[in-house]
């Protein structure tokens, strides 16, 4: 797969998903089978991987899919049965008419499995699912074997996932990904606004404060532990908390960061005008 969208190649990467055992905390080694602190998925990214033209691979305890993808598309191939001792392969094959000015990246991945040995006459057969196509939350959640850890929302997953079904939702009434942006964001501001207009609130308070706040400092300025203490007594006798204009604030920030991975990897957005 080849990757003319994401300079970064953040999203140009073979991935896994393995369903086995954790391994013990703090395990790293390169040919394991099990599952890497833990993480059920990974992702193998283009400038994290090796020399061109050469394989990497890992051993899977218990493969459930395997795939390959940039920022906007997938192929991604799930056996009907998760796979034992399967093993997951990558490299860096870039185009063959690439040149160093017009450099077009991709990657390359494999799955691979032991069939074991057949007798005389014997069959076996293996199916698989194929998906190869834009990475489609909504699409990919309805596989319901978590195909949507492809859409590598990051750490705010939990916030990135509802507000993409959210998107869709309004775009399904709107008719225009732009405007159902623009919704999306008035929504958010006005879920948000009591936590906003209680940061303002006390910003203001403390901005009333600033000048009897000013005096303590100047009468204590020599004594910094009586001054903390007296700076405590104001603030108890005012009713103010220095720190509640802060807190807010802070809520808001990883809703806003899950928004903006959401939008980085909405393959809806792709092409898409106002």
């Given at each position: 797969?080849?990757?003319?969208?994401?300079?970064?190649?953040?999203?140009l990467?073979?991935g896994?998903?393995?369903?086995?055992?954790?391994?013990?905390?703090?395990?790293?080694?390169a040919?394991?089978?099990?599952r890497?602190?833990?993480?059920?998925?990974?992702?193998?990214?283009?400038?994290?991987m090796?020399?061109?033209?050469?394989?990497e691979?890992?051993?899977?305890s218990?493969?459930?899919?395997?795939?390959?993808?940039?920022?906007?598309?997938?192929?991604?191939?799930r056996?009907?049965?998760?796979?034992p001792?399967a093993?997951?392969?990558?490299?860096?094959?870039?185009?063959?008419?690439?040149?160093?000015?017009?450099?077009?990246?991709?990657?390359?991945?494999?799955?691979?499995?032991?069939?074991?040995?057949?007798?005389?006459?014997?069959?076996?057969?293996?199916?698989?699912?194929?998906?190869?196509?834009?990475?489609?939350?909504v699409?990919?959640?309805?596989?319901?074997?978590?195909?949507?850890?492809?859409m590598q929302f990051?750490?705010?997953?939990?916030?990135?996932?509802?507000?993409?079904?959210?998107?869709?939702?309004?775009?399904?009434?709107?008719?225009?990904?732009?405007?159902?942006?623009?919704?999306?964001?008035?929504l958010?501001?006005?879920?948000?606004?009591p936590?906003?207009?209680k940061?303002?609130?006390?910003?203001?308070?403390?901005?009333?404060?600033?000048?009897?706040?000013?005096?303590?400092?100047?009468?204590?300025?020599?004594?910094p532990?009586?001054?903390?203490?007296?700076?405590?007594?104001?603030?108890?006798?005012k009713?103010?908390?220095?720190f509640?204009?802060?807190?807010?604030?802070?809520?808001?920030?990883?809703?806003?960061?899950?928004?903006?991975?959401?939008?980085?990897?909405?393959?809806?957005?792709?092409?898409?005008?106002?």
């Open positions: 797969l080849y990757n003319p969208f994401d300079s970064s190649e953040t999203y990467n073979v896994y998903y393995n369903a086995g055992t954790p391994l013990p905390e703090g395990c790293s080694c040919d394991c089978s099990g890497i602190d833990g993480e059920a998925e990974e992702f193998f990214q283009y400038n994290e090796g020399v061109a033209g050469q394989w691979s890992r051993t899977l218990q493969a459930r899919w395997a795939c390959v993808n940039n920022q906007f598309f997938i192929n991604i191939v056996p009907q049965k998760d796979l001792s093993r997951i392969s990558w490299r860096i094959n870039k185009k063959s008419d690439s040149t160093p000015e017009n450099e077009v990246k991709g990657v390359e991945g494999t799955l691979s499995f032991p069939l074991g040995r057949l007798e005389q006459g014997e069959t076996r057969s293996f199916s698989f699912q194929v998906y190869a196509g834009p990475k489609d939350y699409g990919l959640s309805e596989l319901r074997h978590d195909q949507k850890k492809v990051g750490v705010f997953w939990w916030i990135s996932e509802p507000l993409s079904w959210l998107l869709n939702k309004l775009h399904s009434f709107l008719g225009n990904y732009g405007m159902a942006i623009i919704a999306l964001t008035i958010l501001k006005l879920l948000l606004w936590l906003t207009a940061a303002t609130r006390s910003q203001k308070k403390m901005q009333a404060l600033q000048g009897p706040m000013a005096k303590l400092k100047e009468e204590f300025k020599d004594k532990d009586k001054l903390n203490q007296e700076m405590m007594k104001f603030y108890k006798e009713g103010v908390n220095p509640a204009g802060c807190w807010p604030i802070l809520i808001q920030i990883p809703i806003f960061l899950g928004m903006f991975w959401m939008l980085r990897s909405a393959a809806e957005l792709y092409g898409q005008g106002f």
